[in-house]
């Protein structure tokens, strides 16, 4: 991809007051391979001050571009929002809390840029990288979900529902995406999947948060992502 000039950086955000502007301020300070970046950010509704947050952000940072959503319609809405108006030619997914550092993007991002994938997952399931209060529970329901991954698409990863996915654009946008909330993460790995798209991983750190903090995803979620894995099979 010697001609790869820009990366897109999708950004989810919903009642993320707190953390949102040291999360911006944290991308910003990140060499992408020398790309020129774009900050796509989709508030999905959010009532606790976020938006105010935008708002400012948006005079101090015309190129930024973000986008309002009426109402809270989850993750995977907000994503099919970005991707629809973002024009990198690569895109990558950043939460808008404080899990994940956008310092571990570079060598995911480095693996397309030198077309050694068309899709890039950061695992925190791998060994070399730092990980902190990755809560037992949601461990082990990582671990499952990406075995039964494994099992229905005959492949080898090791975190499938991580946030940090990069993709070369043209096939981000050329995979129709169904699901409105977390279940996003199992539909869009089915579909690279089917698609023989080159899928690789790479090890990043991870610093959990509690649902005290803000951590949204519950056990439901889960259900909804086995859900998802099995359908996606014989779908689309």
């Known amino acids: ?49 976020t938006r105010d947050i935008l708002r400012r952000l948006e005079d101090q940072h015309p190129q ?10 989850g993750k995977g809405a907000a994503l099919r929002t970005a991707i629809d108006v973002a024009s990198g030619d690569i895109m990558a997914i950043q939460d808008a809390d404080l899990e994940y550092d ?27 990288k730092t990980k902190e209060a990755f809560a037992g529970l949601h461990y082990l329901g990582n671990k499952f979900l990406t075995l039964v991954t494994n099992l229905l698409y005959s492949t080898r990863i090791t975190d499938m529902e991580t946030c940090y996915k990069a993709f070369r654009s043209e ?16 539909e869009i790995t089915a ?18 948060r509690a649902f005290h ?9 889960g259900l909804w992502a086995l859900k998802a894995l099995v359908k996606f099979r014989f779908i689309d």
Not at 64 to 73: G, L, T, V
Not at 109 to 121: S, T
């Open 1 to 49: 991809m010697s001609n790869t000039k820009k990366i897109s950086l999708l950004i989810p955000v919903y009642n993320e007051v707190e953390s949102l502007e040291t999360l911006l301020e944290r991308v910003e300070s990140v060499d992408f391979c020398g790309l020129e970046k774009e900050l796509v950010i989709v508030d999905d509704g959010s009532e606790d001050g």
């Open 64 to 73: 930024y571009r973000i986008i309002y959503h009426a109402q809270n319609m």
């Open 102 to 128: 956008p310092q571990d993007y570079p060598p995911l991002i480095k693996m397309i840029v030198d077309n050694q994938a068309d899709v890039v997952y950061g695992s925190r399931l791998s060994e070399g």
């Open 171 to 186: 096939i981000l946008k050329g995979i129709k995406i169904r699901s409105n909330r977390f279940d996003f993460e199992p």
């Open 191 to 208: 579909k690279v999947l089917k698609k023989k798209c080159r899928l690789a991983e790479a090890p990043i750190s991870y610093n959990g």
């Open 213 to 221: 903090e803000g951590k949204k995803i519950t056990w439901v979620d």
